[in-house]
């Protein structure tokens, strides 16, 4: 079952009595569940008909006997098994029995961050039940979950607001959700945020001035790429994460340069470099400014300079100065 089925089960109520969610991106799991038991259990019920279980604390044979428990003045309870790729195999053994022969009167829930899909319990549970896999959302994917939760906060954001946001708060779906919640708050009656409201309510984060002094080197600007190499070394930021910032938009770079030579659409380069497609336009233009034996070198310098942060006796900030130098007046 993939995540949109299961969203449509959910909102049909047609929830499966055996579920496995599994994957990186806990927000999503945790929101599936916090769906479920709404429509499962009510909350005067819920001391009666909810358990939640961890995994390294499972006892396959008392949670067999809880989920063939009927369920007290209501058609279902509820069990949750959290974590359950941390528990013993003789324990999911004891467990394994109760999936051959679930009980309708039970939705029984199991997550995990990773599983082992050859693993006898989990071919048993695909039989059985259902699993579904949450991918972490990569960068490209961001504006479609940010415009979806805008909307159920009652708000809307305009291109640049949609581009500023999702540069300023990162991939953290609990982060972003917790900022739109501030916007809407900040906007009240008001269902459309601009740029002037992003700026308002969500602070210039470390984070958007690395990614203002990828765009500065990247752009060949050496005075404001050092001023920002300065300020981020000031707040905090390590060199060395720093220098993987600048590895990572050079990638970038290079694959947008040698696509645009191999004459791909335009469309289809946010997905295959994986951006976020508001920062394309901006990207293919730096790209441009680099020949491919420049990225070559470049990526010598990259190797050269993290040996050097890494040893000691280094001066991270004078390292870090000569190479955005170096970048920046090459032609």
Same mark, same amino acid.
């Given at each position: 079952?993939?995540?949109?089925?299961?969203?449509?089960?959910?909102?049909?109520?047609?929830?499966?009595?055996?579920?496995?969610?599994?994957?990186?991106?806990?927000?999503?799991?945790?929101?599936?569940?916090?769906?479920?038991? %709404?429509?499962?259990?009510?909350?005067?019920?819920?001391?009666?008909?909810?358990?939640?279980?961890?995994?390294?604390?499972?006892?396959?044979?008392?949670?067999?006997?809880?989920?063939?428990?009927?369920?007290?003045?209501?058609?279902?309870?509820?069990?949750?098994?959290?974590?359950?790729?941390?528990?013993?195999?003789?324990?999911?053994?004891?467990?394994?029995?109760?999936?051959?022969?679930?009980?309708?009167?039970?939705?029984?829930?199991?997550?995990?961050?990773?599983?082992?899909?050859?693993?006898?319990?989990?071919?048993?549970?695909?039989?059985?039940?259902?699993?579904?896999?949450?991918?972490?959302?990569?960068?490209?994917?961001?504006?479609?979950?940010?415009?979806? %939760?805008?909307?159920?906060?009652?708000?809307?954001?305009?291109?640049?607001?949609?581009?500023?946001?999702?540069?300023?708060?990162?991939?953290?779906?609990?982060?972003?959700?917790?900022?739109?919640?501030?916007?809407?708050?900040?906007?009240?009656?008001?269902?459309?945020?601009?740029?002037?409201?992003?700026?308002?309510?969500?602070?210039?984060?470390?984070?958007?001035?690395?990614?203002?002094?990828?765009?500065?080197?990247?752009?060949?600007?050496?005075?404001?790429?050092?001023?920002?190499?300065?300020?981020?070394?000031?707040?905090?930021?390590?060199?060395?994460?720093?220098?993987?910032?600048?590895?990572?938009?050079?990638?970038?770079?290079?694959?947008?340069?040698?696509?645009?030579?191999?004459?791909?659409?335009?469309?289809?380069?946010?997905?295959?470099?994986?951006?976020?497609?508001?920062?394309?336009?901006?990207?293919?233009?730096?790209?441009? %400014?680099?020949?491919?034996?420049?990225?070559?070198?470049?990526?010598?310098?990259?190797?050269?300079?993290?040996?050097?942060?890494?040893?000691?006796?280094?001066?991270?900030?004078?390292?870090?100065?000569?190479?955005?130098?170096?970048?920046?007046?090459?032609?």
């Amino acid at each position: 079952m993939q995540p949109g089925e299961l969203n449509k089960a959910i909102s049909a109520g047609k929830i499966p009595n055996l579920l496995c969610l599994y994957g990186e991106e806990d927000y999503f799991i945790a929101r599936a569940l916090e769906q479920i038991e %709404r429509i499962v259990i009510s909350p005067e019920m819920r001391e009666f008909n909810y358990q939640q279980i961890y995994g390294k604390e499972l006892d396959g044979s008392q949670v067999c006997d809880y989920a063939r428990t009927f369920p007290v003045f209501a058609p279902q309870r509820l069990i949750v098994i959290r974590r359950i790729d941390e528990a013993s195999t003789p324990e999911l053994e004891r467990f394994r029995s109760y999936i051959t022969e679930a009980v309708p009167e039970t939705v029984l829930i199991v997550t995990a961050e990773k599983i082992d899909a050859r693993r006898k319990f989990y071919q048993e549970f695909k039989k059985h039940g259902q699993l579904v896999e949450f991918k972490r959302l990569y960068e490209n994917r961001l504006p479609d979950f940010v415009r979806e %939760r805008s909307r159920e906060f009652g708000f809307k954001l305009t291109e640049e607001a949609m581009a500023r946001f999702c540069r300023r708060v990162g991939t953290n779906l609990y982060e972003v959700t917790a900022e739109l919640e501030k916007l809407a708050a900040f906007l009240g009656e008001r269902d459309l945020a601009d740029s002037a409201d992003i700026d308002a309510v969500i602070s210039d984060t470390r984070t958007e001035s690395i990614f203002a002094l990828t765009d500065a080197v990247g752009a060949r600007n050496a005075q404001v790429a050092i001023t920002l190499l300065h300020r981020i070394l000031a707040d905090g930021t390590a060199p060395l994460a720093a220098l993987a910032m600048l590895v990572r938009h050079f990638r970038q770079l290079w694959k947008a340069h040698e696509l645009l030579v191999q004459g791909v659409s335009r469309n289809e380069i946010p997905r295959t470099i994986g951006i976020n497609p508001y920062f394309l336009d901006n990207l293919l233009t730096q790209a441009r %400014r680099f020949e491919r034996e420049e990225f070559c070198a470049l990526f010598n310098d990259f190797v050269a300079i993290d040996l050097a942060l890494k040893s000691s006796g280094s001066r991270p900030e004078v390292l870090l100065e000569r190479l955005l130098l170096k970048i920046v007046s090459q032609r």
